[in-house]
């Protein structure tokens, strides 16, 4: 997991709730990562940012916001918009855009 | 969609024997990674060969990559029970406007004591 910490583990949403999670790394990495896991299935990109304060989307970007306003820190948001968001979530980082991936231990989003 | 297809999904094999996983993709690549996820965890990244190699030895792991097909496959020699995990390869498009990592659907590993 090295450098990269998630938070919360385990995190529960309400119906109409938004919820955000935590991605920290100490990596000194200029490009981060949020991307979403569903049972058996590979990982699918919602969003990248490449430096601070640029994000870029990614495939399914509808239903999550994120912000980059500390290069340590890429928290994502999951929205009211998000009609089916129970998934594992995992976020990177990389010293730069096209460089190796390294990943945090991911956060587990659940629907009540 | 995803591009990297994995096979196969699942594979169950005895300590000491060795594993292989294939990976096909469509497009042009830069480059190919293999990476490691055991059950509920971050993926680890095992390692990355570019689209001019061909083979790359890490440990017990050889990696193969053929571009005239667009496959690459994964080996692990002596397999140990630490080695039960899903694994994932994921490619970077050659030329993407992206640069995203487009990841597999994963083989399951279980290696049986």
């Known amino acids: 997991d090295g450098g990269i910490t998630q938070s919360p583990k385990y995190l529960f949403r309400k119906e109409g709730q938004n919820v955000t999670l935590s991605c920290e790394q100490n990596?000194?990495?200029?490009?981060m990562y949020w991307y979403r896991q569903d049972p058996g299935q590979g990982l699918r990109l919602i969003y990248y940012?490449?430096?601070?304060?640029?994000?870029q989307k990614g495939d399914i970007a509808e239903g999550y916001s994120v912000s980059r306003e500390k290069k340590e820190s890429f928290p994502l948001t999951v929205t009211s918009a998000q009609k089916n968001p129970t998934a594992f979530y995992l976020c990177?980082?990389?010293?730069?855009?096209?460089?190796?991936?390294?990943f945090g231990p991911g956060t587990r989003l659940l629907v009540l | 969609s995803q591009q990297g297809e994995e096979d196969p999904q699942a594979l169950s094999i005895q300590e000491g024997e060795n594993a292989t996983m294939n990976c096909s993709y469509k497009?042009?690549?830069?480059?190919l990674q293999w990476y490691r996820q055991n059950s509920g965890r971050g993926l680890v990244h095992l390692i990355l060969?570019?689209?001019?190699?061909r083979e790359k030895h890490s440990g017990r792991l050889r990696v193969t990559l053929d571009t005239s097909k667009k496959s690459s496959s994964l080996l692990i020699t002596a397999s140990r029970a630490a080695d039960t995990a899903s694994y994932f390869c994921?490619?970077?498009?050659?030329?993407?406007?992206?640069?995203?990592?487009?990841f597999g659907t994963g083989t399951l590993l279980a290696v049986q004591p």
């Open positions: 990177a980082s990389s010293m730069r855009v096209q460089e190796t991936q390294y």
């Open positions: 990596l000194n990495h200029d490009a």
């Open positions: 940012s490449q430096i601070v304060n640029d994000f």
């Open positions: 497009t042009s690549i830069n480059n």
């Open positions: 060969i570019r689209s001019n190699e």
């Open positions: 994921a490619t970077r498009e050659y030329g993407g406007a992206t640069n995203k990592l487009i």
